[in-house]
């Protein structure tokens, strides 16, 4: 039970620093979302690809692949695994379908949310 | 030629034409706002009851329409003109909006310019005799300008201190050469003026140059000081647009602090409603003028106005593409009297 | 007469006159809202494990259950309110590319389900794919070349 309790505190804080480096870059640089998030992602992977984001996971758990900072890094991960086992096209197919998924769930849940809701105006 | 043209920028109408009526609708979170009292509509939601953003502020438009005609006691027959323009696309609301009006139509773009913009041309036409009853016209809708400039509703973002609110609202009137006033004297109308600013979440501070320039302009090409107003008032600058306007005036030797107002402000309470900056958009100083200003010239409260509507001249485009934010101000003398 | 500034004169001016985002507020409110959703991605986490399954099915339910409330809480109109106070708190987790996702496709419904919907669901989350899987394969080339 104790180790549980831990596994939530270490997810808040990581999963919560990243989110306030998002914070940073979006008020000292005033980037839209489209592009904190395509940096998130590329971050992620490049970390990924270096072995450092995999130090963060096994601290932060859902703390470090919640954030799409994990996205990426889990798109470099099934790419390393492919590509150890069939070489080159590895390369090609291990990102896609470790993040098969995610991918799926988006496009899927997006669609039908989308055509079943309307958007509210704002005051 | 009849010398009508003063100074560089400045016509002096030799026929002012009256403002005989004008009409506004604005959205609920306006009709929240300080100056809910003075618009003769408030909408109870933004959909209008209309299936898209764009028809619902396109029916604001066709509403407000017929509601300044009805208080002008003029049918389409009456008029030489419409002149009309709002923000989105290829000036959708207004085009589709109008369609089936019948009458002559002008379609302008001067972003949040529009309504000091269509007045000029409308009292053009009238000194000019080309038309005896002209009605000026523009639009804007919060939903629809979100979702053309900005960002989905729906996303999870957050504004800058910096970013203005769009008004939901449109604003109407009607010009005629017979009236006994408030009389158009004065036109001046702005140039193109880009200080460089990129910031999409800044437009106060984009157009505050523009609105100095064309305000700056109209003293020297008048002879006028801010003594001959009793209220000078800019179209959307905000909160910080509206201080840097005036300390630029200031710094040409202009002071307007006691009589200068903004439009933007005017319409909400930065206290109470999240508008952070202030209001901005055609409909901004279309309805505030058309509401609120008109009726205070009505009542004598006020006897000389300088409106001067405030455009920021983006596309969408341009500022993906990294360009700075041109801006243009057009100036509209409103007095009580005929000097 | 009066000086006239340049553009760089102005936009320092306009620096110094604009109000800046309060940082630090911000920070701890991303901090918080963005430190809650991954607690509850940890939670459906401990639970899958507990349930005895396999550390890549646990990631793929979790990302699925964090994509599906994203877009749940998008459609039902709060996922705004929540960006609104928690900034980067709530972009940065996976149920905010969930959120990219549903409001464009949402509000450009009114262009029909091809060109409104099935287009526009991607303006934020194509480029993100775009840039996620190119760098993943580059990453993979070199990997391939290294080992």
Known sequence: MGENILTYINAFIVGGIICAIGQILIDKTKLTTARILVIFVTAGAILGSLGIYQKLVDIGGAGATVPLTGFGYNLVKGTFKDVESTGLLGAFTGGVKAAATGITAAIFFGYLTSVAFRPKAKR | MANKKIGKQTVKLQNPPSVIATASIVGPKEGEGPLRLYFDEIIEDENFGEKSWEKAESKLMRETFSKVLKKANKTTDDLDYIVAGDLLNQCLAANFGLRESGVPFLGVYGACSTMAESMSIGSLLIDGEFAKNVVCLTSSHFCSAEKQFRFPLELGTQRPPTAQWTVTGSGGVVLSNEGSGPYITHITTGKIVDMGIKDVNNMGAAMAPAAMDTIVTHFKDTGFTPESYDLIVTGDLGAIGKEICDELIQEKGYNISNIYNDCGLMIFDRERQDAHAGGSGCGCSATVFAGFIYKKLMEGVLNNVLFVATGALLSTTSSQQGESIPSVAHAVSISNTLS | ?147
Do not use: W
């Open chain 3, 1 to 147: 007469m009066q000086k006239t500034l340049t553009k760089k004169e102005y936009q320092k001016y306009v620096d110094e006159k604009s109000p800046n985002s309060k940082l630090l507020r911000n920070m701890i409110r991303a901090f918080i809202v963005g430190g809650l959703i991954c607690i509850v991605g940890q939670f459906i986490t401990n639970l899958l494990k507990m349930r005895g399954l396999g550390q890549d099915e646990t990631a793929g339910i979790t990302s699925l259950l964090m994509i599906l409330f994203g877009a749940l809480l998008t459609g039902l109109n709060v996922y705004d309110d929540i960006g609104r106070f928690a900034g980067a708190g709530s972009i940065v987790p996976i149920t905010g590319f969930a959120n990219s996702i549903v409001s464009p496709a949402m509000e450009f419904k009114s262009e029909g389900y091809i060109m409104g919907v099935g287009a526009k669901m991607f303006v934020i989350a194509g480029p993100v794919l775009v840039y996620g899987i190119s760098t993943s394969v580059i990453a993979g080339i070199i990997h391939f070349m290294l080992i």
